[in-house]
DNA sequence: AAGTGGTCTAGACCACTAC
DNA sequence: TAGTGGTCTAGACCACTTC
């Protein structure tokens, strides 16, 4: 008696979800940039460890090149969404665990303990200044007579309570375009980000732990010998070279972060 | 009279540098990896902002076509050697700060305060133990009953002192080939690194600073009411599958540490 | 008008895996 | 043996920059 049950013909075929998208050659959007947004769709109803469709089928399907194709895939599996194995197939990475309130690029991804307060950002002095040997140093500044740096000093609040104490240099004149009215509508690495030149691309960070001097103390509300993270930025460009320095000063007893690191 | 002067022909011309290399196309050695090896060797008598030849005079000059040249530079933009602007060139980036401490890989790249002493660490325990409700949900274990996971102690000394606490928990039994004889001879990812399943791709970070508990003030000789800065670790592999929770306490008056973070 | 990088095609051969 | 991803070729058209 035949009992053998085809189990395989209940699993769905993944590839038939595809057949619901297709690309438009007639936009001045790349079809492999339309091809990759199909792709990040689909991943939302799909479980780690599916396997997507060979290269193949997708040329087939949706009336594209191999390259194309592999340009999408490769993208997405250096952003984490996918891996591939060689021979056997590409295959649905495992969701990131994601943190409300990192912000990699601002320099302030602080996570405020406790959630009922509301974070804020303020400018406190904006100046152009000479700088010393240290911020000479850090933006690879060669003639210090001469140049100048932009200096900010914002202040990061949880309510009415100071958390973080932020000291930003950056370089001039590449950056002079940054203002007090555009920082007060987006974060710092927004700004740069509105010019190719200043995009921030890497950042090189340092973490000391420290006691807070008494005007720290007393400004940000602490007991006395209160601690301090000390953290210090360099902000590179896709050049390499430094435009933004920033030493942040935050409460160690009321703030962590957290930081995501991707190895190649 | 005519007095101007060629300035432009004084200017060494770079591509003729690379005529002194050649790819090998009768080797395993993909011809992408051979010549972006080649252009990582240029870039050693190169200045920042130099201008690369344009990709077809590579294609001409090894004999291999424009994709292939592609590939290469493309990986080194991703890497930060080089950079392009659309239309006009690609260029040399400046070279990146190097710290000489920074392991980015291995959970304890701390940076120790003082040149003259010897960094050693030391596995103090291994065991397999049942994982805590904590250890599970940072690991992405379902079923916590049945589950094991390598519990590792170790110690980080400079000369004779006792400079981080280094408490790791590895899934098992997908970790179960790394021994305390591994661990001695190369950094715990190394160890990771050698199987494709338990290579890490990438690690989420969180820094807190606290007061050091009077355990840890005996065990790391410090005074009482040191700072203790408090790292913990998660590692993924390209499945973004978490592996490697490594819990990591320092001495916050002895030591610092660096992190490099590329943005996309 | 010439030069450059960005996108895209239609092929090809290979090594490795699974069956 | 068939299927898969890795590597590679030889073209093509485009938008943008520079002259």
Redesign the interface.
């Known amino acids: 008696m035949l009992i053998i049950i085809m189990i395989r013909c209940i699993r769905r075929d993944k590839s038939l979800n595809y057949q619901n998208y297709q690309v438009n050659k007639n936009t001045p959007v790349p079809l492999y940039y339309q091809f990759k947004n199909i792709i990040l769709k689909e991943l939302n109803s799909s479980q ?2 599916d396997a997507l469709p060979p290269e193949e089928v997708f040329c087939n399907m949706f009336g594209i090149s191999r ?1 194309t194709v592999r340009q999408a895939i490769l993208e997405l ?4 969404y996918l ?1 591939r ?1 060689k021979s056997k197939g590409t ?1 649905v ?5 994601k ?1 409300d309130l990192i912000d ?2 601002s320099g302030y991804n602080i996570e405020i303990q406790g959630l009922n307060m509301t974070p804020a950002l303020k400018v406190i002095n904006m100046e152009f200044i000479s700088p010393d040997r240290n911020i000479a140093q850090k933006l ?1 500044i060669e003639n210090t007579e001469t140049a100048r740096v932009l200096s900010i000093l914002r202040y990061q609040y949880a309510d009415t309570q100071i958390m973080a104490h932020i000291q930003s240099y950056l370089k001039s004149p590449l950056c002079d375009f940054v203002t007090e009215e555009k920082l007060n509508t987006c974060p710092l690495y927004q700004v740069l980000g509105q010019n ?1 030149s200043t995009k ?12 807070a001097n008494p005007s720290e103390v007393k400004l940000m509300n602490m007991d006395k ?1 209160g ?3 000390l953290c210090a930025n ?1 902000g ?1 460009t ?5 435009i933004w320095y920033e030493i942040l000063k935050y409460r ?2 009321k703030v ?9």
């Open positions: 780690p460890d390259s599996v250096n952003e984490g891996y194995i295959f990475a495992r969701p990131k665990i943190s990699l690029y690879q190719d921030i691309k890497r950042i090189e960070r340092t973490i000391e732990t420290c006691y010998g601690l301090v993270n360099i590179f896709a050049k390499n070279e430094p160690g007893d962590k972060y957290t930081i995501e690191i991707n190895l190649d």
